[in-house]
Nanobody, 124 residues
């Protein structure tokens, strides 16, 4: 059984930075992708960034390109999301996920497992 535990959320002013972490336990096939999603109140969940566990191929949503960076530390079995130049519209619950790559979908991934989420609030 895979478990994902996010941490690092909080409140920050616009222009600030946060780094989210996702600790992974359980077996994940090397072909799988790790992703960060977010969901704001009244909006659909959207993919923010994703990274292939083997090889490091990355994907970023248009709204975060150039501001967010996804990375992984295989030894620590942790995936990170560095968020810089934060904007109020980045305010959302952020979820870590693992699944298969599905570029024909708006969400880009078919998710097998979700974390519990961590709240990010950006004030203007």
């Amino acid at each position: 059984q895979v478990q994902l535990v996010e941490s690092g959320g909080g409140s920050v002013q616009a222009g600030g930075s946060l780094r989210l972490s996702c600790a992974v336990s359980g077996y994940i096939h090397s072909s799988r992708y790790m992703g960060w999603f977010r969901q704001a109140p009244g909006k659909e969940r959207e993919v923010v960034a994703a990274i292939r566990t083997n090889g490091g191929t990355t994907y970023y949503g248009d709204s975060v390109k150039g501001r967010f960076t996804i990375s992984q530390d295989s030894a620590k079995r942790t995936v990170y999301l560095q968020m810089d130049s934060l904007k109020p519209e980045d305010t959302a619950m952020y979820y870590c996920a693992v699944g298969s790559w599905a570029p024909w979908l708006a969400t880009k991934m078919i998710v097998d497992y979700w974390g519990q989420g961590t709240q990010v609030t950006v004030s203007s």
